[in-house]
């Protein structure tokens, strides 16, 4: 059964920068592309980011591009989220997403206010 667990969330001032992280377990981590996405009230689900399996190919929405950054361990089956220069418009909470399985974790809360 797959899991994935966010952890790395907080509350920070804008300009600041967070680093959130899921652990996946219960599926071949390798060869599966993944994702982050975020979420406010009232508000759909949006991707944030996205990672191939192997790492070599990302996506970023546009609001985030030049701030955040994606990568993935596959020795570790771990996929980060560095997320830099932070805005109070990135506060949301944000969840990790397997692609292929549709499967997603709890999520992870990130305040950004000063």
């Known amino acids: 059964q797959a899991q994935l667990k966010e952890s790395g969330g907080g509350v920070v001032e804008p300009g600041g920068s967070l680093t959130l992280s899921c652990a996946a377990a219960?599926?071949?981590?390798?060869?599966?592309?993944m994702g982050w996405y975020r979420q406010t009230p009232g508000k759909e689900r949006e991707l944030v980011a996205r990672?191939?399996?192997?790492?070599?190919?990302?996506y970023y929405t546009e609001p985030v591009k030049g701030r955040f950054t994606i990568s993935r361990d596959n020795d570790k089956n771990t996929v980060m989220l560095q997320m830099d220069h932070l805005k109070p418009e990135d506060s949301a909470m944000y969840f990790c997403?397997?692609?292929?399985?549709?499967?997603w974790g709890q999520g992870t809360q990130v305040t950004v206010s000063s």
């Open positions: 990672i191939s399996s192997g790492g070599k190919s990302t």
């Open positions: 997403h397997v692609i292929f399985l549709n499967v």
């Open positions: 219960g599926f071949n981590f390798r060869n599966a592309d």
